[in-house]
């Protein structure tokens, strides 16, 4: 018994660190596409930006990787989306990946290809946010972030519009700034905090004007394609969507598996219980059954990582990390109790590709970190994830209920 146990713990032993030890540098911060194109146009409305401190990064080493990071690879996978566009300067990857992924889904259902305003879902998000601000007096978070339920919470209640109609770009800027915007409506709601001033008729007409000057007015009708519109009548006839087919998919050991629970991040200010928590096998599980059978997500988490590289734009969990083997439910709730994981972004997953037995995913970024190549480069606006940094560092996405309909059973 005794040989056999040594026998079973060199061999466990053996396979757990069969992986080849990464190496890691500090990297030079160098200038990318945030300073060299967003800067620039946005510059015009926040004429004191400030500078980016120059400093090293801890990054892992690539150099000697044989990486899939060739959009093309992920062609014959991939699901119908729209190029990638840039959130500028915002707070909004919540509204422009869900956007994204609800855009790949009118082409699901009905084969159409409409280009969906994300202000218009970001202009109400404030709002709403507003209303909670008063409801809370002054209790309930007014950010620029927000998670991707959001998106079809403000569709089910102010519908949506394309585009073409509502771009929330004035004076022939290409991309969007928010700061300036956001610090007026934040400072206008501490005075009226410190006012005790709670008429929420004049402080939502307050919050409207000032975002009606910074990004317009979100019609109230509209054409499209030669006929009249409000924005409930596009969701419905145009779009086709139907936001409670959408649900959160999550996975966190801090909450009861296969039950709906809230996700404790700042982001969910209404305290959303909305989301479906499931182990973590489970979770990787219908995203691969997902991604094969013709759906998307948009997926959020983690990506202020030192295995991910905004050169190859690839996304690995190194060794001096956490050895593959040893990604499991309780590893990943280490890192988000101890807070090394964060909900600090969302993205589009489109399509995937197999390399050594394990998937890797392509994801559509509306950031300014994936943008630091050629832009007239196929892998523009584009990261490849592996299937190790999805498992550990993604905490949950937004997806069709057709897509888990055997685990939503197992919901009471």
């Known amino acids: ?56 990064y801890f990054k892992v080493d690539m150099s000697k990787k044989d990486l899939p990071n060739k959009v093309d690879f992920y062609k014959k996978n991939m699901v119908w989306h729209f190029p990638v566009i840039s ?106 905090k410190r006012a005790n001033a709670w008429n929420e008729v004049e402080i939502i007409a307050t919050i409207k004007s000032i975002m009606d000057t910074y990004i317009g007015t979100p019609p109230e009708e509209f054409s499209f394609k030669g006929k009249k519109y409000t924005p409930k009548t596009f969701l419905k006839d145009i779009l086709k969507i139907k936001p409670e087919d959408y649900v959160e998919v999550l996975s966190y050991k801090q909450a009861a598996f296969y039950k709906k629970t809230s996700y404790d991040v700042p982001d969910n200010w209404w305290k959303s219980e909305e989301y479906y928590n499931i182990p973590l096998d489970e979770f990787m599980r219908v995203l691969k059954k997902a991604i094969r059978n013709g759906y998307t997500v948009s997926i959020g988490g983690d990506v202020s990582e030192a295995g991910l590289d905004t050169k190859t734009q690839c996304a690995i969990v190194p060794t001096f990390d956490l050895p593959s083997d040893y990604i499991d439910d309780n590893s990943r709730q280490f890192r988000f109790s101890n807070m090394t994981t964060t909900d600090d972004h969302g993205m589009h997953l489109v399509s995937y590709f197999e390399k050594d037995g394990k998937d890797w995913y392509l994801i559509k970024d509306s950031s300014s970190g994936s943008r630091n190549n050629d832009e007239n480069s196929k892998e523009f606006g584009y990261y490849f994830f592996s299937e190790d940094y999805v498992k550990l560092k993604m905490m949950g996405f937004t997806i069709h209920k057709d897509a888990l309909k055997d685990i939503l059973k197992k919901f009471k």
């Open 87 to 192: 959130q500028g300067n915002a707070g909004s990857c919540w509204a422009y990946s869900t956007v994204s992924f609800l855009e790949s889904e009118v082409k699901r259902i009905s084969n159409q290809e409409v280009k969906i305003s994300e202000p218009y879902i970001v202009y109400w998000e404030y709002v709403e946010k507003a209303k909670g601000f008063i409801k809370k007096r002054g209790k309930s978070l007014f950010g620029q972030g927000s998670e991707g339920n959001a998106v079809t919470r403000m569709m089910k209640k102010y519908g949506a519009v394309p585009l073409e109609s509502y771009t929330g770009l004035k004076d022939g800027r290409k991309f969007h700034t928010h700061e300036k915007m956001f610090n007026e409506m934040f400072s206008y709601l501490k005075s009226v």
């Open 1 to 56: 018994m005794k040989n056999f146990l040594i026998c079973f713990i060199v061999l466990f032993s053996a396979n757990a660190f069969s992986q080849k030890k990464d190496n890691s540098f500090f990297k030079e911060y160098e200038p990318g596409f945030y300073q060299n194109s967003i800067l620039k146009d946005i510059r015009n409305v926040n004429k004191k930006l400030e500078k980016v401190k120059m400093t090293k």
